[in-house]
């Protein structure tokens, strides 16, 4: 049996998948809501799609940007930031 097939199986599973997660300026009880929930489908990265937040690169977005790496990190999740 492929060796993929029989990590996932196990629950050994690898990250295949990185959905976007966009911001917007949400509330921070929403970003973190968003984060568990990618991480109870078994996912265990994200890809952050910023350039929509109303406040890129001010300090807003900062805090955000703090807020998911802070909750990415107590999940052991990796953190990749689309960068056109």
């Known amino acids: 049996m492929d060796k993929r097939l ?3 199986l196990n629950g050994k599973q690898h990250n295949y998948i990185a959905p ?3 911001l917007h300026n949400e509330d921070d009880k ?3 809501a968003e984060i568990e929930r990618i991480y109870e489908c078994g996912i265990r990265s994200v890809c952050l799609e910023s350039r929509t937040h109303e406040e890129f690169c001010k300090d807003d977005w900062w805090e955000d940007i703090k807020l998911i790496f802070d909750e990415c990190k107590k ?3 990796n953190v990749w930031i689309l960068d056109d």
């Open 6 to 8: 029989l990590e996932n």
């Open 20 to 22: 976007f997660l966009w």
């Open 30 to 32: 929403y970003i973190i």
């Open 75 to 77: 999940r052991n999740m």
